[in-house]
């Protein structure tokens, strides 16, 4: 299903290749802290699916702490990369490529469903959103948990913003080109990678990225919407209110 309502069609086919040596995350810290929302609402997870996994790094050590994973991501590439990680590590875990707006597995159940690292704000159509809530909500146990992290309007606005970054790694480097409309609240991001394949010879890759501004108001006017209720949204790796500098939002939202 292909839309140009979303963000991301052509999005990780370089990218996924460095993604893991990018991101700058402690994912056992996350894992903890996805763990405590569900404590913290009296929710004990079991089955859970990980939508929009990426290449794995919240899976996998979900996984190896015993609880039942499946695994979902847009991206054939990312799919791939969290496949080899998983074996590598002896982790049983199906993995597929799916997409969040029409997931159709019919008989599975999950009482857990989490999206990490701003896998919603790739949705940059109300229709391309509310088509993704409908297939959570088919897929989610009567009081299952959603939980998701968004991209704040400080982060999205602020710190990417108009702003250009570059980068030099082993093997690669890269120029990073924002252009944020204020008037659509869509973030555009432009990605060119010099990707070494010989001595002194690299190849140019480039790679479109866009991300909406969803706020916490229509994130909660989105769950009424479709039969979740909007347990609640805190600063991101904390269990504290959002400021007007909270780079991302943690929602938690239950079916009902």
Same mark, same amino acid.
């Given at each position: ?27 056992? /810290? ?18 859970? =699916? ?26 054939? /590439? ?60 088919? =897929? ?12 704040? /309007?400080?982060? =999205? ?72 209720? =909007? ?26």
């Amino acid at each position: 299903m292909q839309s140009k309502c979303l963000g991301m069609n052509d999005a990780y086919s370089t990218l996924a290749r460095f993604y893991d040596q990018l991101m700058e995350a402690d994912y056992q /810290e996350w894992v903890e802290y996805l763990l405590a929302l569900g404590r913290r609402h009296h929710h004990k997870p079991s089955r859970i =699916l990980d939508l929009g996994c990426g290449t794995g790094s919240l899976t996998i050590p979900l996984a190896e702490r015993g609880y039942q994973l499946t695994a979902i991501d847009f991206s054939r /590439e990312m799919i791939g990369i969290a496949k080899n990680k998983a074996e590598n590590l002896g982790c049983e875990i199906p993995f597929a490529v799916g997409d969040m707006r029409s997931l159709d597995r019919p008989g599975e159940y999950f009482d857990t469903v989490i999206s990490g690292c701003d896998v919603l704000n790739y949705l940059i159509c109300e229709d391309d959103l509310l088509a993704s809530f409908e297939s959570v909500r088919k =897929l989610l146990s009567p009081g299952g948990l959603w939980l998701f992290d968004l991209n704040s /309007e400080y982060k =999205l606005r602020e710190i990417y913003g108009n702003q250009s970054y570059a980068d030099l790694q082993g093997g690669f480097g890269y120029f990073w080109d924002n252009c944020y409309d204020e008037e659509e609240e869509l973030c555009t991001m432009d990605l060119t990678f010099f990707v070494q394949v010989q001595d002194n010879l690299y190849e140019r890759k480039e790679e479109r990225h866009r991300q909406k501004l969803w706020t916490p108001r229509k994130i909660g006017e989105f769950s009424a919407a479709r039969g979740f209720s =909007l347990l609640a949204c805190y600063d991101f790796l904390t269990f504290e209110p959002c400021t007007e500098e909270t780079h991302k939002w943690q929602f938690v939202l239950k079916k009902i």
